[in-house]
């Protein structure tokens, strides 16, 4: 399994799409690149219309590319219909076929691959059993609730043993309770099968606590690839930082860059080290824009800390508390702590100091 | 409470006038027709108040003109009985066949130009059927527009007989009920959710699958009531049959026709028409149980 952990699944390159011709054309994806491992739970994250769904239109091959190349495992299939292609779907309204019961749809796949009846009940008893629906084979789609749907969607597209499962907002449908549930059973599937899963959501919490690595889409473009650690804590772009999480913008001016890293000048003067994203280099003097995550500041006592601030109100989320400031100079700051009971909530009105973490500060692209 | 529940209990008497005239004109004048044929047949027409089964004997069976006695199976009544349900059968299939891809082809049109072709459907319905009729014998008889221009090309020497025949009743009656079939088509259609059928090529099923095992399936309903649109009138079809049938040809409606006309026997008449209903019921009774039976196992 691990040896073949880090060889691609997924290559695409120079990959655009466009829909329409001439004046009323649309551009929808332009030269994506983009590798995907065997056995990687990769998220393509954005905001509708962003290309994601149409990213994953045309790994599945419901879409062509208008130009580049979509290989998987190797295999050039850019051209090919989605019934050549080693990927099954499972779609955002499940589309279950209505006339079939609950067993006929998990052996479609295989019947139509013409498999013998045997190992076609076989692998469809399995898959119930997978999902936990064995009770309900007889069962038509809409005879079983939204979430049981979901579950039979799974099965469906899993029980042919595809490379790569594309997972199309399938959890959007549900209510929040049975979408937690759904996100660790999820996880489940894809560590006892071992296949390649790409996920197409807008919900950026649901992004970071389930993948491997996620892309952030905006526009038809990827903007940054990483790890949810990556993508959460180093920003590269002013997009990528706002979608990602509550984030605080800063305006600041560059004192001195040296590599990867840089010293800036915070509104009040205080000099505090930022990171800067690869292929980022400004030079002394600079206005760049940083990244804070309101999490890695803390309240200290007025004239300490790094930034002068006042508060403005408090707002109660059971686990943790967010705090509104203004910096000093009127720019606003959400702060967040969690709430141990230690401190008490800062009236709103008084003066306050920001102390910041080692490392809060990224320096974004915009 | 007790005002609403009081209006309640006479709201009926607003759909009276319509059952009245439900009542008197569906089930009225077939009262009369099944009565009339347990009559005897007046010597001018009309019928004398007399009770008989020689109407419904006569349906099957004959007897010979100088001994009464002897009774033979009426093979004439039985051979139009029979082309009948044949031709009606066989117009219903080419109505499906060529309704299904015309019924697809506008249902997958650009959602503003759909309305264009659906109107388009309906466009012969404008002209009274016995003209539209009469065009097509124009079109199909020996010295019309087909075999002139084949005879004019050199693909032919003398006129292909076309008009007077199965095929000429056959076609004419394809062409004036197409529309029949492909109207509810289309409405089936047009509900499909096409992610299923991208759900479909997502599971390598090919063309043809697609087609048989998803497409075909969820749009049985529209081809139930086409066909049940199409059977009908088909089966009682009477302009068709006598324009481009040529008298020779007949089919059940000329045959009913014919008894209260020159025949002069109402009562064999009628009982010929209550046998086409009863006909047409038994065909939709199999057929909507044939259809339901159809309902696979679990993982047929």
């Known amino acids: 399994m691990k040896d073949t952990r880090n ?41 509708s219309g962003c290309g994601k769904t149409t990213l994953l239109r045309v790994i599945a091959g419901f879409e062509q590319p208008s130009d580049g190349s979509l290989r998987i495992n190797a295999q050039e299939v850019a051209g090919k219909g989605p019934n050549a292609r080693p990927v099954n779907t499972v779609f955002q309204n499940y589309a279950l076929f209505p006339h079939m019961s609950v067993a006929q749809n998990i052996g479609f796949g295989l019947k139509m691959l013409g498999r013998a009846r045997s190992e076609i009940d076989a692998t469809v008893d399995e898959m119930l059993a997978l999902v936990q629906m064995a009770h309900l084979a007889d069962r038509k789609p809409a005879e079983i609730s939204g979430g049981q749907q979901q579950r039979v969607a799974l099965a469906r597209a899993l029980a042919p043993r595809p490379r790569v499962l594309l997972l199309d907002e399938p959890l959007s449908a549900l209510d929040l309770k049975l979408r937690k549930g759904m996100q660790s059973e999820l996880k489940r599937l894809q560590g006892e099968t071992g296949i390649t899963f790409v996920f197409v959501t807008h919900d950026q919490e649901e992004a970071l ?56 000048k915070l509104p009040g003067g205080a000099l505090h080290s930022a990171r800067l994203p690869g292929g980022l280099r400004p030079g002394a003097g600079a206005r760049v824009t940083v990244v804070i995550r309101p999490e890695q500041a803390q309240l200290v006592a007025p004239g300490q800390g790094v930034l002068a601030a006042t508060v403005e109100k408090s707002v109660f989320f059971g686990t943790d508390t967010h705090v509104h400031l203004h910096l000093e100079g009127g720019a606003p700051f959400i702060l967040r702590r969690q709430n141990t009971g230690a401190m008490p909530e800062p009236d709103p009105g008084s003066a306050v100091g920001l102390a910041l973490a080692e490392g809060a500060l990224q320096v974004v692209g915009d | 409470m007790a005002e609403p529940r009081e209006s309640h209990r006479w709201k009926w008497l607003l759909c009276a006038p319509a059952l009245t005239i439900l009542v008197l004109a569906a089930s009225g004048p077939l009262l009369i027709v099944l009565v009339y044929s347990f009559l005897t047949p007046g010597n001018m027409g009309g019928v ?29 009544h039985l051979t139009i009985l029979w082309r009948s349900v044949w031709l009606s059968l066989q117009t219903t299939v080419i109505c499906a066949v060529l309704g299904f891809p015309t019924a697809w082809f506008i249902a997958t049109r650009p959602a503003n130009t759909r309305t264009v072709w659906l109107f388009l459907i309906t466009i012969p319905f404008w002209t009274n059927l016995l003209i539209r009729t009469f065009a097509i014998q124009e079109l199909i008889r020996n010295s019309g527009t087909i075999n002139t221009l084949l005879i ?63 497409i075909l399936p969820l749009v049985k309903p529209g081809f139930i009531a086409g066909s049940i649109l199409v059977f009908i009138p088909s089966i009682g079809a009477y302009v068709t049959p006598r324009v481009l049938g040529g008298g ?53």
């Open chain 1, 7 to 47: 060889s691609p699944e997924i290559e695409i390159a120079g990959l655009s799409k466009v829909f329409g011709a001439g004046a009323s054309a649309f551009t929808a994806l332009s030269d994506i690149d983009l590798t995907i491992a065997q056995g990687e739970f990769f998220t393509l994250l954005g905001p």
């Open chain 1, 209 to 264: 606590t389930m993948s491997d690595r996620i892309a952030v889409m905006s526009e038809g473009r990827i903007l940054q690839t990483g790890t949810p650690h990556e993508i959460y804590h180093r920003p590269r772009e002013r997009f990528v930082a706002d979608f990602i999480g509550d984030t605080n913008f800063l305006e600041v001016e560059v004192a001195e860059a040296d590599g990867a890293a840089a010293q800036v």
């Open chain 2, 48 to 76: 004398i108040w007399e009770f008989s089964t020689e109407g419904w004997f006569r349906v099957f069976f004959r007897r010979d003109i100088f001994d009464p006695a002897d009774v033979s199976l009426n093979t004439a």
């Open chain 2, 152 to 214: 004019w090309a050199g693909v032919i020497d003398a006129p292909i007989q076309m008009l007077f025949s199965e095929f000429a009743i056959l076609l004419g009656m394809a062409y004036v009920f197409l529309p029949l079939m492909v109207l509810p088509l289309y409405a089936a259609m047009d509900k499909l959710d096409f992610r299923l059928v991208e759900a479909g090529y997502d599971l390598y099923a090919s063309r043809l699958q697609v087609l048989r095992h998803v």
């Open chain 2, 248 to 300: 020779r040809t007949l089919m059940l409606g000329n045959l009913i026709d014919l008894q209260f006309g020159q025949g002069r026997n109402w009562p064999l008449g009628a009982a010929l028409a209550i046998t086409l209903l009863v006909i047409v019921v038994a065909a939709l009774l199999f057929y909507l149980r044939t259809l339901n039976r159809e309902e696979g196992p679990r993982h047929g």
